[in-house]
């Protein structure tokens, strides 16, 4: 090699350094500059801290409170945050290993990290702002709180946000209202191997014959979280959740009112953390969210405000395709032709006993959409509605930025928020009742409850029903509304009378499939027996313990025992004296009832499967499950007297919900609320039994609870089951607890003036201050 090559050589390693160590400078200082844009966004918030631990953000623009809000978010609930952001991007099975497989494999089947990615950059400046503002905020906390250890996401996105909505409200919630259970996903995806061939995935199952859902269940992984974290949100949407609305007529104070009332699972990702937060660019929004969430979903703002409980129009379908192309393998039949499926792989890392094991997978879609089972022989595909299309982010912020009906109406209209009734009330005295969704219009001669055939042209989606086609009311005659997951069309009041119920005329059955519910009963009931609420009245509704369906349900009961006791007075005098017991009760549960133990106890067990294959021979089945219940309930009290309160506890176990098991020797609050769709009560606490222990602790139920009263200021009251923070150190892990056992809310404070006149301490995100205060996040 010549001298002067050598020399040229030289130059060009001194060059190719050079600009190596200029880049690692410049992403130094990037990464510096990015830091100190964020101290100083920081330094422009405040939080501030109410007795209650509730944070109320405050900061001069829309970005530096969600900022704020998402900083206080992980300081109350990190854990959950991130755990919800991993199952949202199709990787927990990195972090929990093979039993999360099934959840990645439908969340990457259903594309939500790439059409999320693929979203963000189409959103407008001031969604990008949101997401922005999201990632910003909890990277922000991961920077400033090093005794916090990420398990997987040590930097947020601003795109993961729109993962997380699709997960929460998708993956979650909707996908499972087609009746696929995740595991059948691995009858749809293929396991690509090392050397370019496929298998089936492991624990795949035969589709053959009738037996799917039990073949289903059988390669469903037992103890599974996201199995358990999806139990319980189906649980939730079968349990429901109440909110009512009253006009000034109805109101002694001549104003409108709100009661706000989700039924959500106490933990895993769909549980309420409350905050409040307050922008100079007129944004001041207080209510509750899903943590990671970067505002309230519910709640209210200065002049009006609105709360939801789940609906069931038809918003998701099922496609049998036929993929009979003998030619090719990826055609699939359309009227008299084919079109081709699209194919892709993706990779999963998967936590094992020897590492991370990388496993890769063939996943396929039709133009309805991925094919994520195969029912004998047949690949079905699925779509839900706006799934793709985004804007739900949009429409939600507009309608926390409304001012009067008429804004709150416009965001209505957008129809993204795929479903949800909504109840609206506001300062001018207008209360709304909307149930909401984006409807898919449909041909009815289909039946589209069942899988349609997706080789039939006319079996197609014909763009979205418009607002006006949904079933509301505008301040209706009776001056209230009230819905309780029932149908719409007794939201005003029963059947007779002018009460200003929505007219169900001309709407499609496809768009409503609810009957009434005895929530709804008892609502309507309680809604329509005062002529005027006062605020204080309002709030005790709210905690209403009365049972209507004792009324119905133990006439009958009694009515069969005396036919019993007729053929039989022996066997009849085995439940004699809790017959007359429940015969006596007033039908209102409270701590010291036994009536309302064994009334509810038999009015859920009957409801079994299991009890009713028993029984169903029986000439005084119901009698015999009161029988079995007496007797269960002997074998672990000793006796069947047991108060009511003595058995139905609230106990605050790890956020996740399935990491730590309920103990009857760790401290427990009893509770008067009980199973609202089994007994008809306002005050929904549903205590599944727990293993291996004698007491029955809630999962879910009575959530976030809110009254609020639109005046000139306006006035509310709140609550949460435990308490704002999860970290059992804090002070404010179970303090809302005693409250809720006691039927009491807490005040939310909303004045500047009244949250300082109630502050437990003030300071800007990343403080030292803030920093020393917090304890160590668990």
């Known amino acids: ?321 036929k993929f009979d192309d003998p030619n090719n393998p990826l055609n699939y039949r359309y009227g008299t032709s084919h079109r081709t499926a699209t194919e892709w792989t993706d990779s999963i890392s998967v936590k094992g006993d020897s590492g991370m094991q990388k496993r890769t997978f063939r996943f396929s879609k039709t133009h309805h959409g991925p094919v994520v089972a195969v029912r004998d022989g047949k690949p079905m595909t699925v779509r839900m509605a706006r799934f793709e299309d985004g804007g739900v982010l949009e429409q939600r912020y507009e309608m926390g930025k409304a001012r009067n009906l008429k804004e709150f109406k416009t965001a209505m209209a957008r129809v993204s928020v795929p479903m949800f009734n909504t109840m609206y009330a506001d300062r001018d005295g207008n209360i709304w009742y909307l149930y909401n969704g984006a409807v898919p219009i449909r041909d009815q001669k289909y039946d589209w409850s069942k899988p349609v055939d997706g080789s039939d042209p006319g079996a197609e989606w014909k763009g979205y029903h418009k607002l006006e086609d949904l079933p509301q009311t505008l301040n209706p005659e009776s001056g209230w509304a009230q819905n309780c997951n029932a149908t719409p069309f007794l939201a005003s009041g029963d059947e007779t009378g002018r009460n200003g119920n929505p007219d169900s005329s001309g709407v499609p059955k496809y768009m409503v499939g609810e009957n009434d519910g005895p929530r709804s009963m008892m609502s309507r009931r309680l809604l329509g027996e005062r002529q005027k609420f006062t605020f204080e009245e309002w709030a005790k509704a709210a905690f209403d313990t009365r049972c209507i369906l004792a009324e119905q349900m133990i006439p009958k009961l009694a009515e069969e025992w005396a036919s019993l006791k007729a053929s039989d007075s022996a066997k009849a005098a085995k439940t004699a004296e809790a017959i007359e017991l429940l015969k006596k009760w007033d039908g209102t549960s409270s701590y010291d009832s036994e009536a309302m133990t064994i009334f509810t106890l038999w009015a859920y067990t009957r409801t079994l499967p299991q009890a009713r294959q028993l029984t169903k021979n029986m000439p005084h089945p119901d009698v015999a499950v009161l029988e079995y219940v007496m007797g269960d309930l002997a074998k672990s009290w000793g006796t069947w007297k047991v108060k009511w309160g003595e058995i139905t506890r609230i106990q605050r176990v790890h956020t996740s919900g399935t990491i730590e098991p309920f103990s009857d020797d760790k401290p427990s609050l009893p509770v008067a609320g009980g199973p609202g769709d089994f007994v008809g009560i306002v005050f929904s606490f549903y205590s599944p039994a727990a293993r291996g222990q004698k007491r029955r602790y809630g999962t879910v139920g009575h959530s976030f609870v809110s009254v609020v009263e639109f005046g000139k200021q306006v006035k509310a009251r709140s609550l949460l089951q435990f308490g704002q923070n999860s970290d059992p150190e804090s002070d404010h892990y179970f303090d809302q607890a005693e409250l809720y056992s006691k039927m009491q809310f807490k005040p939310a404070w909303f004045t500047l003036e009244e949250i300082k006149a109630n502050l437990e301490r003030s300071y800007h995100p990343g403080a030292a201050t803030a920093a020393r205060a917090m304890k160590a996040a668990k």
């Open 1 to 321: 090699m010549t001298k002067a090559r050598i020399f040229r050589l030289s130059i060009s390693i001194l060059l190719l350094t050079a600009l190596a160590l200029q880049g690692r400078i410049l992403e130094h200082a990037n990464a510096q500059s990015g830091q100190s844009s964020l101290s100083k966004v920081a330094g422009s918030v405040t939080i501030y801290r109410d007795k209650w631990g509730v944070p109320h953000v405050y900061g001069p623009t829309d970005y530096s409170v969600i900022f704020g809000f998402m900083y206080a978010q992980a300081e109350d609930n990190f854990w959950q945050i991130e755990d919800s952001y991993i199952q949202a991007l199709g990787r927990a099975s990195e972090v929990y290993g093979p039993q999360m497989l099934n959840a990645d494999l439908v969340n990457r089947a259903l594309g939500i990290v790439e059409i999320s990615k693929a979203e963000y950059p189409k959103l407008n400046r001031r969604m990008q702002e949101i997401c922005r503002a999201t990632a910003d905020g909890l990277n922000y906390f991961i920077e400033k709180n090093p005794q916090v250890k990420p398990r997987l996401i040590t930097k947020f996105e601003p795109w993961h946000l729109l993962a997380f909505g699709r997960f929460a409200q998708y993956q979650l919630f909707i996908y499972r209202r087609a009746g696929i259970r995740d595991a059948e996903i691995r009858t749809a995806v293929r396991e690509v191997k090392a050397d370019g061939t496929t298998s089936p995935v492991e624990g795949a199952m035969n589709t053959s014959g009738d037996g799917i859902r039990d073949q289903v269940a059988e390669t469903s992984v037992s103890g599974s979280l996201i199995e358990q974290f999806n139990d319980a949100q189906a649980e939730a949407a079968m349990i429901g959740s109440n909110t009512w609305a009253i006009t000034p007529a109805r109101s002694a104070s001549g104003n409108a009112m709100l009661f706000i009332n989700p039924h959500q699972p106490f933990f895993g990702p769909g549980q309420w953390i409350e905050g409040h937060i307050h922008s100079d660019e007129g944004w001041n929004l207080s209510g509750a969210t899903f943590p990671g969430s970067p505002f309230p979903t519910i709640g209210h703002n200065e002049t009006l405000g609105w709360s939801h409980t789940v609906n069931t129009p038809d918003i998701i379908d099922v496609w049998a395709e």
